[in-house]
């Protein structure tokens, strides 16, 4: 039986994964989570990931892990044929691919969420300065890719970080458009051509008729 992915496309993170498991060849089973009618807060939720976040992912011995770059990094060491997108021998790709997971997760997927969850929940517009977070953050991205002159975000190969960066910079290209950012412009441009990128696009519609529902 497919692994169970509890999320909903609309979510970048939970699209990270998916782009991972089909980057692997891997069937998941996404189960949809109602995060507008609150089912992440339910009890039944709150004991596979008390942190209420999607995506989870569940295996069929009961196994549980959340967090899209923590998935991703297990969905790796569990199924793929090698482990080219978060190699596990060499320490310094690791600890590079580590650094835009962080990235990811602590600054650039985080100052866009500062400016959703009140614009979601409490119908509060976006301030200049939650936006300016985020363009600071858009700028160190481009920054990242000038000093690196890489095609991918953590070297010249594509790594479970690139399913991060790619889901949260498109989407929150309703917030602040990546076209001001030349490299960040480059990057998804190149990262559009992968054969199972219009999952991305399907989740960026649903994202995008909510945002504009909503601001
Ligand atoms: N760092 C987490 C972030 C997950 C996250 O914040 N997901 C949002 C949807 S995009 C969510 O579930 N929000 C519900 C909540 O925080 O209560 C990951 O990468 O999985």
Redo the contacts with the bound molecule.
């Keep these: 039986m497919a692994p169970k992915l509890y ?2 496309l ?5 699209r ?2 998916l782009l991972c498991a089909n980057e692997l060849g891997l069937d998941l089973e996404l189960i949809p ?1 109602d ?1 507008a009618n ?1 089912e ?2 339910k009890e039944d939720f709150l004991k596979k990931n008390p ?6 992912l569940e295996e069929e011995d009961g196994f549980i892990v ?6 991703m990094a297990y969905l790796v060491g569990r199924y793929a044929k090698n482990d080219s997108l978060y190699p596990k021998e060499d320490c310094r790709q690791r600890a590079t691919i580590d650094h835009k997971l962080y990235f ?2 602590g600054i650039l ?2 100052r866009g ?1 500062a400016i ?2 009140p614009l979601f929940y409490f119908g509060i517009k976006p301030s200049e300065d939650a936006l300016n977070n985020l363009k600071d953050a858009l700028n160190i991205l481009e920054k990242i890719f000038e000093l690196s002159g890489s095609d991918y975000i953590a070297g010249d190969n594509l790594s479970i970080a690139d399913f ?1 960066i790619l889901t949260t910079v498109t989407t929150w290209n309703n917030l602040v458009p990546y076209a001001d950012y030349p490299r960040i412009k480059a990057y998804i441009e190149r990262l559009e051509k992968l054969p199972y990128y219009k999952i991305n696009v399907e989740g960026l519609d649903l994202f995008r008729q909510l945002y504009e529902s909503k601001i």
């Design positions: 999320g909903v609309a979510s970048p993170p939970v990270a994964v989570v995060l609150q992440h807060l942190q209420h976040t999607v995506p989870v959340s967090d899209s770059h923590a998935i990811d997760t997927f985080a969420l959703l969850k991060s």
